[in-house]
């Protein structure tokens, strides 16, 4: 077994927790914002950045933003398609070549999209992430 880089073994892990703290992290300053402005608007002071990390307004924000797994599920999909993590189960080996980048082959048994190749193909191969897109985007639709 060669020996990889930390980040080449560790990829995926490290590019979801870079994301995911960028994402707090701007959450956390928009919410403390417009908080701000909304109790400037009702004539109350500002609070501060220590404050805001322990109010209802920055906790009830961020559990409500937890609940949009189905985002958080269909990112971590498309990412294993390409990211390693060094003991994952659902990702890519770090040496060699896997089977499921290799070319589907053609046989009695194969589904219709890869007989018929092309645009099919192509759809069929990056299905699971199109119903996970298309979920998201009916859920954010949603009155």
């Known amino acids: 077994m060669s020996k990889k880089s930390f ?18 992290t701007g959450q956390f300053f928009t919410g403390w914002t417009t908080l701000n402005k909304e109790l400037a608007e009702e004539g109350s002071s500002g609070i501060s950045l220590g404050a805001y990390i322990h109010s209802g307004h920055f ?3 961020t559990f409500e933003n937890w609940e949009s ?9 498309v990412l294993t ?4 993590q060094k003991g994952s189960s659902e990702s ?6 896997e ?30 992430s199109i119903a996970y897109c298309e ?9």
């Open 7 to 24: 980040f080449y073994r560790n990829s995926l892990s490290i590019v979801l927790l870079v994301l995911m703290l960028s994402c707090l």
């Open 59 to 61: 906790i009830q924000a």
């Open 69 to 77: 797994e189905f985002l958080q599920m269909m990112l971590y999909i």
């Open 81 to 84: 398609v390409s990211l390693r």
């Open 92 to 97: 890519k080996s770090l040496e060699g070549e």
């Open 99 to 128: 089977e499921v980048d290799k070319e589907p082959e053609i046989h009695a048994k194969a589904p219709w999209p890869v007989k018929k190749g092309g645009i099919w193909l192509a759809v069929y191969k990056h299905s699971l």
């Open 135 to 143: 979920f998201w985007n009916a859920f954010l639709r949603k009155p």
